[in-house]
């Protein structure tokens, strides 16, 4: 599960980003493998600024609101946590402000579970997909969708320097209802 | 012309070989035209064609021809290797016993007067040095003087080295110059080794006394620490196996081990150079000074520290120049009558008097070794470990103490999966030979089991550092990444190992590994399935097999790749419980729950199979049963968060709900990762508890 970083989020639950990417070990990015698409793009910042690890380059949206992220698993998939790097003081009126997470088996039955505001903010967002439910924990889903419903300023466009996507680590040793968490265990259950 | 043609056409064969062209080779070494006629070169060109007919996959007939190569020629330690490798191999004291002794003999005298060899570049034994001597390094000229009778024997590589430039292979050396029908004479050792070829001469060899290092040190300076030898960096020599320096190497240990082949080969370097080849062959000084040592071989502690690195180029030298020392501490042992002071100057052996008896023994001291060596190699290649770890304790004091010992100790107890022994057994067999590389892949997995990132990446560091062509240096870094979950960069590196050496079957293997973390399970196969094909024996490509067919839920399958890998390592208490695994999976419970039990009793200390067998009987609602085992996994292990996981979810199925919650609760407070505190928690939820403890919760 993600660690939200000290003041990333205020007294009104509105996001504000972090600067380091905190996730924990025991998660691991899952798209790199699906495919992913834009509602719109301005030529040279599209989809793969999004996914570079570079942090100087970004998809910029080029269309009418809302601007969406698409991403498509070959199957499904429990995800966790979605972390987005935006940056404030760099893109200003570009900045997304409020964002709305959807998640479905394709686009003719996606549903929102989740929106977040975000309060100028640079760096990291941490966005927890689970519900308060511990049967929640992780949504299992074919399609996530990332919506930018409106932006910092009512600027019309938005700016998304990176998007990771996290999910559990399958167990290493298969076929186990639960995780070795302890050195014997973990160091006598594999051959290599 | 007769000898000129067939010679041309094992040397033909052999490039073919190194080329990896398979079918010319054989054809050169076995015309179609010609059925009857003889495999060039004796033991060597038996050697060869085995390895071709292994690497073609005709097992029947490269376990024939590598009988051949050791009936010819009874010190081809290699040939026996891949019999023991292919699993076909009959006991060493079969193999290596005294009778064999007299079928040796003869080649030393013929090699002794067959000094005049033709200095094409041939090896030979000392007479050949001579004429390399030109050519080589100084100390070649001293090597001959003292060489003169001594035989050579798999001399071959020398010479060639010497043309090293570029990298000929030395086999060419395999010219000998007595004609074919002293098979053994001038057999020159196959020149497909191993890097590990290296190793293994030094590992076993006995170690110097470092009196004797010193002497030897003197000129060439590179001692080859047998791990060091590469292979030829060209590749020329294809890989995996070791080559048939082994033989060479096998009579340099025996006997010269001690001081020859430190001295002999320093393959360091990056040239071929003959020099080190023939450095290593200690001759020049080593002749005298390390024959003699070797006489004394049981008593001299080889200095491994003295060694050099080894690099790659050198090693196919460095067996040579081995078997040469070998060879010539054979002499010298004859001549002495076995025992030297180190630094006596020993006159060139001459001893022709004595030299038939000489050479007897020193045959018999060699075959002596060869015996205990070949027979731990034979049981770890069996896979019974704990015999082979006896076996090789019969080895006198300094000979255990060698790089190439140590590492199989080391690996038998990885076999063992006794993790701390092997990690302890490997560290001193890096301390002891720097820069060997065979078993360090080996050595990385141990590590990677026992989580110690930071020792695993120094020992990734300095085998890169050693000698960055080797498939081990870059399996090593690939299970460094492996171990901090960065699955995409460790599988390049191995995949980058494959490409260094498609012969190498534990790159494979690894490579399925990290396509299985990946979740990419058909080309996962895919690589287990060329690690099978290069080595059929091993048996962790069987069980990667049987993994991923147990992800994909193939149950059928994965019990029938399982089976194989505990066909042939019966030992493995891990494979036992997958078996026991995928049987149960196909309801077959008896059966399971018989193999878990075994697997209990096989290894004490792994908590595996008792977890499974909770498991399985949970699954089959003996939850009492299930509990019990439970319970004594606690005390096994009390850090466990799943052992408490699995008795809350007994407990709750008991309805004892109390219960199930203390132990969900301590199942929590270990800390599981995120989807195991998912499924506990849920678990707790549905827990049918009064008010309040709800609340706490």
């Known amino acids: 599960m993600a660690t939200e970083s000290d003041g990333e989020e205020d007294t009104t639950g509105k996001l504000s980003g972090s600067q380091n990417l905190a996730v924990d070990d025991d998660s691991r990015e899952m798209a790199k493998k699906a495919a992913w698409s834009v509602s719109s793009c301005k030529p040279g910042n599209g989809v793969p600024s999004l996914r570079d690890d570079n942090l100087e380059t970004y998809w910029q949206s080029d269309g009418a609101q809302p601007h969406l992220v698409n991403i498509q698993f070959q199957k499904k998939v429990k995800l966790h946590l979605l972390v987005l790097y935006v940056d404030y003081k760099l893109d200003e009126s570009y900045t997304p402000s409020k964002i709305s997470i959807r998640a479905g088996d394709g686009f003719h039955n996606m549903k929102e579970i989740k929106t977040v505001e975000l309060v100028k903010p640079v760096g990291w967002v941490h966005i927890s997909l689970s519900g308060t439910d511990p049967r929640d924990t992780f949504i299992h889903t074919f399609m996530l969708q990332i919506a930018v419903l409106s932006n910092h300023l009512n600027g019309r466009d938005t700016h998304i320097r990176q998007i990771k996507i996290y999910g559990p680590r399958p167990n290493p040793v298969p076929n186990q209802p639960f995780h070795f968490t302890s050195k014997e265990f973990i160091t006598y259950s594999t051959i290599r | ?697």
């Not at chain 2, 190569?69 to 060493?92: H, K, N, S």
């Not at chain 2, 320096?245 to 082949?261: K, P, Q």
């Not at chain 2, 004595?354 to 001291?365: D, L, W």
């Open chain 2, 1 to 697: 012309m007769f000898l000129k043609m067939s010679l041309s056409r094992y040397l033909f064969a052999l490039s073919c070989f190194q080329m990896n062209l398979l079918r010319e080779a054989e054809a050169a070494l076995c015309p179609a035209n010609e059925p009857n006629s003889e495999v060039p070169n004796g033991a060597a060109g038996h050697y060869l064609l085995g390895l071709i007919y292994r690497y073609t996959s005709r097992r029947a007939f490269a376990i024939d021809h590598f009988m051949q190569a050791l009936a010819i020629d009874p010190l081809l330690w290699t040939a026996y290797e891949e019999l023991c490798v292919l699993g076909a191999a009959e006991e060493a004291n079969e193999c290596f016993n005294d009778a064999v002794a007299v079928r040796i003999q003869p080649q030393y005298f013929f090699e002794s007067s067959s000094q005049s060899m033709d200095g094409a570049s041939e090896d030979h034994s000392i007479p050949s040095s001579r004429t390399v001597g030109s050519q080589d390094s100084p100390k070649q000229s001293k090597q001959t003087h003292a060489t003169n009778n001594i035989p050579c024997y798999p001399q071959g590589v020398v010479t060639t080295s010497v043309q090293s430039a570029n990298c000929v292979p030395s086999n060419l050396s395999l010219y000998n110059t007595p004609p074919p029908l002293t098979q053994l004479s001038g057999i020159v050792p196959p020149p497909v080794y191993r890097n590990a070829y290296l190793n293994a001469l030094g590992g076993d060899g006995p170690s110097k006394p470092n009196a004797h290092a010193t002497i030897i040190q003197a000129p060439r300076r590179k001692f080859m620490d047998e791990g060091k030898l590469r292979k030829v960096s060209g590749r020329l020599f294809s890989g995996s196996d070791s080559g048939p320096r082994r033989s060479a190497r096998l009579s340099g240990d025996a006997m010269a081990n001690v001081n020859l082949h430190s001295s002999q080969t320093g393959a360091n370097g990056t040239n071929y150079s003959s020099t080190k080849f023939l450095g290593g062959f200690p001759s020049s000084k080593m002749g005298s000074t390390a024959l003699r040592s070797v006489s004394n071989r049981k008593g001299q502690q080889l200095s491994t520290e003295s060694f050099d690195e080894g690099r790659r180029q050198d090693t196919f030298d460095v067996p040579w120049s081995q078997a040469s020392a070998a060879a010539s501490s054979s002499l010298s042992v004859i001549s002495d009558g076995g025992n030297t002071e180190q630094d006596r100057g020993y006159p060139a052996n001459s001893g022709t008097s004595g030299h038939e008896s000489g050479v007897i023994n020193g045959a018999k001291e060699l075959l002596f070794l060869l015996r205990i060596l070949g027979e731990g190699y034979r049981l770890s290649s069996l896979y019974r470990c704990q015999d082979a770890l006896e076996i090789y304790l019969k080895l006198p004091q300094h000979q255990y103490n060698t790089g190439w010992v140590l590492s199989q100790v080391g690996r038998l107890y990885f076999e063992l999966v006794e993790y701390f022994e092997a990690d302890r057994f490997f560290d001193l067999a890096r301390r002891l030979s720097p820069c060997t590389l065979e078993g360090m892949d080996g050595y990385s997995t141990v590590l990677y089991h026992l989580k110690e990132e930071m020792k695993l990446s120094y020992l990734a560091q300095e085998l890169i550092s050693i000698d960055r062509l080797s498939p081990q240096a870059w399996c090593a870094m690939g299970n460094c990444y492996s171990l901090q979950r960065d699955h995409e960069t460790a599988l390049k590196n191995f995949q980058r190992a494959v490409q260094l050496d498609s012969r190498f079957a534990y790159a494979h293997t690894l490579c399925g590994h990290e396509y299985i973390a990946l979740e990419d399970y058909d080309n996962g196969i895919r690589c287990f399935h060329s690690a099978l094909q290069v080595n059929e024996r091993h048996y962790n490509s069987w069980y990667g097999l049987g993994i991923v067919f147990l992800r994909q839920e193939k149950f059928e399958f994965a019990a029938h790749n399982f089976h194989r890998a505990y066909h042939i390592n019966p030992r493995s208490s891990i494979i036992m419980s997958y078996l026991g695994m995928a049987l149960h999976s196909l309801k077959r419970n008896d059966e399971a729950l018989v193999l878990i039990d075994k697997a209990i009793i096989a290894d004490k200390k792994n908590p595996l199979p008792m977890y499974e067998k909770a498991s399985i009987l949970v699954n089959l609602e003996r939850y009492d049963e299930a509990l019990k085992v439970l319970k004594q996994l606690i005390e096994f292990s009390p850090r466990e968060s799943s052992v408490y996981a699995l008795m809350g979810k007994i407990y709750k199925i008991l309805n004892k709900h109390d219960k199930a919650m203390f132990y969900f609760g301590n199942a929590l407070d270990l800390r599981p990762p995120a989807a195991d505190v998912a499924i506990i928690k849920s678990a707790m939820e549905k827990l049918n508890l009064p008010d309040e403890l709800e609340d706490s919760l």
